[in-house]
């Protein structure tokens, strides 16, 4: 799968098979893939907690307030990504040109972890309604957590849907001069 066919074949996935497990050779690959993913001055300053079983379940409790993303129950796997501290000179970076770093390293890895897990034929959605104080306490998290991601098998009603996006001209400017 090229990287094209990968975007538009990764969708948000709402409808996991519960009782089909990730083999652990997808998710170490994945986990290879988000490994190698660009960070400011290649500080990755994120950790990625891999939550299976019953802490999958309490951790997917934990994103579903307000009845909220109710299907992460069913995600066999749920990938925690909290923040950590910057290397010295990406917070120096950060300061003076006073912009968030690590959000933008943390979005940079979740999309090589989702657009991994597509090629590999698994499913994911990215969440960020949670509670970040029951997560960290769930997994003994010392940072921020920013996202979750679960990842798993569609369920086979889970049907590739057609993309809604901006048109190329809303979206892009060109400067030629």
Same mark, same amino acid.
Request: glycine share 6%.
């Given at each position: 799968? &090229?990287?094209?066919? @990968? ?5 948000? #996935? ?55 993303? $109710? ?16 290397? $010295? ?14 959000? @933008? ?19 994911? #959605?990215?969440?960020?309604? +949670? ?8 997994? &003994? +998290? ?26 190329? &001209?809303?979206?892009?400017? @060109? @400067?030629?001069?």
């Amino acid at each position: 799968m &090229n990287f094209k066919e @990968i975007a538009e074949n990764r969708q948000s #996935c709402r409808s996991y098979d519960a009782n089909r497990a990730v083999e652990n050779e997808k998710l170490d690959q994945i986990l290879e893939v988000a490994k190698l993913s660009p960070s400011a001055c290649n500080g990755q300053p994120y950790q990625i907690t891999v939550c299976k079983g019953e802490t999958a379940k309490k951790v997917a409790k934990a994103t579903q307030g307000m009845g909220m993303n $109710k299907f992460a129950t069913d995600a066999p796997v749920l990938l925690v990504v909290s923040e950590m501290p910057y290397v $010295k000179t990406a917070a120096l970076g950060a300061k003076v040109k006073n912009n968030d770093y690590r959000s @933008i390293d943390i979005g940079i890895v979740s999309a090589y972890i989702t657009a991994e897990a597509t090629a590999q034929g698994l499913s994911t #959605c990215i969440l960020g309604w +949670l509670e970040d104080k029951t997560i960290r306490e769930i997994c &003994n +998290l010392e940072g921020a957590v920013r996202l979750v991601i679960t990842l798993g098998y569609a369920s086979a009603d889970d049907k590739l849907r057609t993309k809604k996006r901006k048109d190329i &001209n809303e979206l892009v400017k @060109i @400067i030629e001069y």
